[in-house]
């Protein structure tokens, strides 16, 4: 790709704020073998500002606040409201499964928060019930209305591709963003379960667009919002976009511009590498700004590959989805 592997482009930083979720999503997680992290062990909503700020003092300016689901940790609203306000980061985000937002929805667009991402992988009941293991698919399309009615945006629909299970319904989902000014993306499955699991599923977002190609000609866009791992499109006669994001078939370390925090404070410079620099027992010992900003630093630089330690490449995360946050 021609970049430089420099750690000014790492100004993007996800946050998770809890591991717990309300749903129980097939792909994302072995849950019988799932153990909650004791609360204890998860970071105060002080001291995830504390952290948040340290990030904004070296340069990251954008924080997606993300789990588990971020919606069932109490306090979500007055921490977002904080979060808004930190030096430095200019742009706050949040990653959900919808299911909480037909009553939260209001607050959390009063926060300030503008920027909405809502997983959603079928329109059919009975098949949402298949994959999260729950029956919230009426909530999570009241929530998606009631979000598009508050003016959220961008507003992003986040839908994994699983071969034999959702793949004949991109069609519909695509509609999605004829009908609302949102983006639809979509994403491959990535191996966070089994192997066998995924190879039976995995669907490569070639075959995606050739199928949604019968919606028009798919027109790449322009627009400044395309920054990021998604490749977005314009279909004519659609209010919205659609984006395709490709973690298997067509990755690319070098313009992956973030750093991913875990709700017990470990920082990830890579989510498919298992090295982690622990934040939270400094934190909790007393160690400055200006220390933390080193161990900050510090995953930047693995992460752009000056240290001497590069990254164990891996197609395989080390942690489950919920416990990093995707
Ligand atoms: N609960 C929130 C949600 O549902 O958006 C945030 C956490 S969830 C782990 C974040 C994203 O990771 C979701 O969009 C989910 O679909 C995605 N995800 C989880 N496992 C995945 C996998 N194996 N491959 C691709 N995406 C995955």
């Not at 919002?225 to 314009?234: E, K, M, S, V, Y």
């Amino acid at each position: 790709m021609g970049e430089e592997p420099t750690t000014s482009r790492i100004n993007y930083l996800r946050l998770s704020v809890t591991d717990r979720c309300n749903l129980r999503c097939r792909y994302c997680t072995y849950w019988r073998d799932w153990r909650k992290l004791p609360s204890g062990e998860i970071l105060r909503y002080e001291e995830l500002l504390r952290l948040a700020a340290v990030a904004g003092e070296i340069g990251i300016s954008k924080v997606r606040i993300t789990g588990g689901e971020p919606l069932v940790r109490r306090g979500l609203v007055e921490f977002l409201g904080k979060l808004h306000h930190l030096p430095g980061i200019t742009k706050v985000c949040l990653t959900t499964n919808g299911v909480l937002l037909p009553e939260q929805a209001p607050a959390l667009y009063d926060t300030g928060l503008r920027h909405l991402n809502i997983s959603l992988d079928t329109l059919r009941r009975e098949r949402y019930r298949q994959i999260t293991g729950k029956d919230h698919l009426p909530e999570v399309l009241a929530g998606l209305e009631k979000a598009a009615a508050l003016g959220f945006h961008p507003l992003k629909i986040n839908c994994v591709v699983l071969k034999g299970i959702n793949d004949d319904e991109v069609l519909d989902l695509a509609m999605l963003a004829r009908d609302h000014p949102c983006q639809v993306r979509f994403i491959e499955l990535m191996p966070t379960v089994s192997q066998e699991w995924w190879q039976r599923h995995f669907l490569p977002l070639t075959e995606v667009v050739r199928r949604l190609t019968l919606l028009g000609p798919l027109v790449p866009s322009t627009r400044e919002a395309t920054a990021g791992p998604a490749r977005i499109f314009q279909v004519p006669g659609f209010q919205g976009e659609l984006g395709f994001i490709t973690p298997m078939s067509g990755h690319h370390c070098r313009t992956c511009n973030r750093l991913r925090l875990t709700a017990d404070g470990k920082l990830r410079p890579c989510l498919l590498a298992a090295t982690e620099l622990d934040l939270k027992e400094p934190l909790r010992q007393g160690l400055g700004n200006d220390l933390l900003g080193y161990l900050f630093q510090e995953a930047m630089e693995l992460k752009a590959g000056k240290v001497k330690h590069p990254l164990p490449p891996s197609r395989h995360s080390s942690r489950s989805m919920v416990s990093i946050g995707g």
